[in-house]
């Protein structure tokens, strides 16, 4: 009886430790930033005036270290461009003022690579993208700065 | 009201937000004490002949790559501001014509300069930045705020320090000349003064709106009041306002920072022109 007792009070212990294991794993997915499936902004960029929007990517471009790896939300207009060099192509989201003076973008690649243009907006299209930024070192020693694991939310 | 209220709380957060406000109220208090000085000396448009100049020094440290440019634009203004004022009696070319030449001189050379040595791949945006003040003082470096803020505690002590020098020689320099005081010392002061504020006022307006900042609270505070005492707080505190005012309108409605600050003086003034007649004062 008291051994029964242990063994369905070690049982109840162990379903007690595995639900706390449950519990903590479940509330570290949800802190990591990079999580799959979690809806944390960290900079919502979507939200700000376009004067706020030029600051704020300034400070990213200018600073990038201090915001890699942080959740970016953006709202702006679909661009991409072909670099001959590299044969690579970039896609951008840009913000753009009215004079088209004072434009700020940042480029971005998608989570799930689609085909190029088929699959894509159209040049100039109003889009909203959510991703990783990062700042990306060359081979030259330059560095620019991208949304990386981005989705596209409206096309 | 509330959802403004919540937005600009929010966009407080941003530490680039608070120095903006920061150096734009520190930068409009100066420009304002100084304006009084050069309206009622005749040299309202010298802030702008200063102010390109600044721009066509700020060319050549891009094309020198000078990583602090202020090392190169603040000594070529004050050089420029005191050939201005303090040579310009004994000049062969005098006055608004030497301030036309230098003013255009300097535009069109900054101009050129970044144009044939671009640094940059958006040079419509720098210009564009440079000129307007679109956005400049929401991309401020944490160093360049505690230069404007030694810079401007500098410029108000000295003020306030020669406070009753500056009320004699703005009014009666001849008289003060002849009372003692070293007229060409002071002429000196203000030019150096003058340029300091001139650069710094580029980070909050651009450069083609610096006479603004230093003309609009000057003529606003004389609608109204008619002591060079009252005048100097009236400015002051008008300037500071405006500023604010135009700081958080182009932040919320995401208009381009400087000429929102201006448009704000001109409101100010229309409202202190407008109190003017209606007290029977007229212009």
């Given at each position: 009886m008291g051994l029964a007792c242990s063994v369905d009070e070690g049982s109840d212990l162990y379903k007690v430790i595995l639900a706390f294991l449950l519990v903590v794993a479940v509330s570290v997915l949800a802190k990591d930033p990079k999580a799959k499936g979690t809806s944390k902004i960290d900079i919502d960029l979507s939200?700000?005036?376009?004067t706020m929007v030029f600051a704020q990517v300034n400070q990213m471009v200018t600073t990038p270290q201090k915001f890699v790896g942080m959740r970016i939300k953006m709202k702006g207009v679909f661009s991409s461009y072909y670099d001959n060099e590299t044969d690579q192509r970039f896609y951008g989201c840009v913000i753009a003022d009215a004079l088209a003076c004072c434009s700020q973008g940042l480029a971005f690649s998608l989570a799930k690579p689609r085909k190029f243009p088929d699959e894509y907006p159209a040049e100039g299209e109003t889009i909203v993208i959510i991703g990783y930024f990062d700042n990306v070192k060359e081979e030259s020693g330059e560095s620019y700065p991208i949304i990386r694991h981005a989705e596209i939310l409206k096309e | 009201?509330?959802?403004?209220?919540?937005?600009?709380?929010?966009?407080?957060?941003?530490?680039?937000?608070?120095?903006?406000?920061?150096?734009?109220v520190l930068v409009s208090l100066c420009s304002s004490l100084l304006g009084v000085t050069l309206v009622l000396k005749r040299y309202s448009?010298?802030?702008?002949?200063?102010?390109?100049?600044?721009?066509?020094?700020?060319?050549i440290a891009a094309v020198l790559k000078v990583t602090n440019n202020m090392l190169l634009i603040l000594p070529v203004t004050v050089a420029v501001a005191v050939l201005l004022l303090c040579t310009g009696r004994n000049a062969r070319i005098k006055g608004d014509a030497?301030?036309?030449?230098?003013?255009?001189?300097?535009?069109?050379?900054?101009?050129?300069?970044?144009?044939?040595?671009?640094?940059s791949a958006n040079i419509s945006g720098d210009v564009c930045t440079t000129l307007f003040g679109s956005t400049s003082i929401l991309t401020l470096k944490i160093e360049e705020v505690y230069l404007c803020v030694v810079l401007s505690c500098v410029v108000l002590l000295t003020f306030v320090l020669f406070y009753h020098k500056i009320f004699a020689i703005t009014f009666d320099e001849n008289f003060a000349r002849a009372t003692g005081v070293n007229t060409t010392l002071f002429n000196l002061m203000i030019a150096v003064i003058v340029a300091?504020?001139?650069?710094?006022?580029?980070?909050?307006?651009?450069?083609?709106?610096?006479?603004?900042?230093?003309?609009?609270?000057?003529?606003?505070a004389m609608r109204v009041f008619k002591s060079f005492f009252s005048v100097t707080v009236a400015a002051a505190i008008i300037s500071v306002v405006c500023s604010l005012i135009g700081i958080v309108i182009a932040i919320l409605a995401g208009t381009p920072v400087g000429s929102t600050i201006v448009a704000a003086d001109i409101v100010a003034f229309c409202l202190f022109y407008g109190v003017s007649l209606f007290r029977g004062r007229g212009v």
């Open positions: 939200r700000m005036s376009s | 009201m509330p959802e403004l209220v919540e937005k600009l709380s929010f966009y407080l957060d941003f530490p680039f937000v608070r120095y903006a406000i920061v150096v734009g448009y010298i802030g702008d002949g200063l102010s390109h100049v600044a721009f066509g020094a700020l060319a030497a301030i036309a030449m230098v003013s255009v001189g300097a535009l069109a050379i900054g101009y050129l300069l970044m144009n044939i040595f671009s640094t300091v504020i001139i650069v710094l006022a580029m980070n909050l307006v651009g450069a083609l709106l610096v006479s603004a900042l230093v003309v609009f609270p000057a003529l606003s």
